[in-house]
């Protein structure tokens, strides 16, 4: 038998959508079905199944898969069960991983989204060769995938990375979705973003495209969109974002010493405004080890492709199954 | 050939110690040498391999080694090169794993003190079996040895770990060694208990045996007395080191999903005056999902072998050597 392919499943809320990914990355074939409307797990899986064997099937690939790696929110790699997820239909915990390979008979694993990107960045990316880095995920959250010493960091119950709630001291006066304040994330989500916008137009009165927006519509692409325009103050709050993404950089590689960092996610296509300022921020507040060794840059995945890949990708790590 | 022992070398700026070390942890045999006095690393090195080979010899353990582990300042793991130690007598850099196995003749790893201390645990004390812990040194600097998923995490140039130097918000206005303001290490060093104690002294009038201190002799290790001998505001200052060890640790939290964080060095022998407080610190912090999960706790380790111990553990952990 000849190994030539793995199957990526992402899950999301509404849809979940999977390909049949070759060993270079290549997308052979794709499906998807909806992530609702089933009565239970049971039943959407019993339906992800065939579509598996679908894709499987109709690219004459059966016994060339290497495994079927999910990316999927919430998902404990190591006990391979989603956990306590509020945008998936059924009550947690969800045992995705077992139901899947009594399905399909075709080995599983599951990471969460930023995981999962971060390993897809490694395995077909431009992280490939790279063994140490840090994918921030910059989209409704703000996730990281960790990889130290070519591992991806799991941790005791595979919530390692979750560095969108670390305590950043720019934010201790923005609450977080989490009951907290001072979340990464409250500054580096898209809501974040907004946020900020939102302050700085009321901090000030200069004239900007963001106060011709109505409220409701003030989101991180309206916000890019100005900055791409030449909207000063738009291009302000991204620069204000980077600025943010590398004082906790400087402190991300005190855990690490990572060679880079990667963005990615629905944020990060504002990044030509964000990077100067996050370089600048990281050179500055860096301990002098890790000083001119970090580079920054944007995922160099396609955006539509990206959450598939990432998942395709996962069985070629060690997820340890406990 | 049987293996049953390894050999621990612990580096420090006036002795050098090394140990036969059985697998079960027991110092069979010991020496030393001065780390000083001689012309030039080479010859350090010569003394230190006659050293070794005087210990195997003597033990009947020639054959039964399965390697020589070095706890050292500044050693890069994954070189095995000393850069930068401004504490030992020579010129960096100095290859010093590739000269002992040239004098020894013996596989060689080396790490430095922090991380030898987590590895020591996991292999001989009270982490025995946990894959997920940091082990935080709380001495004149303040290091950590990072364990996820049973890996000790070295980083691209072995700088991983390096938590002493993370910015904390609490710090913002105290200056570190490194040149930056805020560091973790300038509240939780032995030092940064004496800068607590000054700005406690200074902010208020109470009575406390502190003031009966004279200010060159009042170090962690007099407040620790004092602490002991019940004086209220001594045990203040660790209670508020405390405090700000369990605010970082939430944010550690984040990143490697710990089971346990273990205390280790000098100031660690107050800690019954600051468990209280970083526990209670780290559960209000931390994200939910991180909550009454962590354990907190002290080195089982002696003190006073606890580094040759963590030395010797080296060879039992992959290094990745370049």
Known sequence: MQIKYTIGVDVGGTNTQLALVDIAGRIVARDYLPTTGHPDAASYVKALGAKVTGLVEANGARGQVKGIGIGAPCANAASGVIEGATNLPWPSPIPLVDLVEKATGISTVISNDANAAAVGEMTYGSARGCRNFIMLTLGTGVGAGVICDGHLLSGSRGFAGELGHIFFHFAADRSCECGRYGCLQTVASAGGVVETARRMLAA?????????IPAPELNARAIGEAADAGDRMAIEVFDFTGRCLGEACATFAAFTDPDAVILFGGVARAARFMLPAMREAIEKHALHIYRNRIKVSVSSLPDSDA????????????????
């Open 204 to 212: 000030d009165v200069r004239p900007s495209a963001l106060r011709d």
């Open 307 to 322: 959450a598939i890949l990432g998942a395709a990708s996962l069985p070629f790590i060690n997820t340890t199954k406990s």
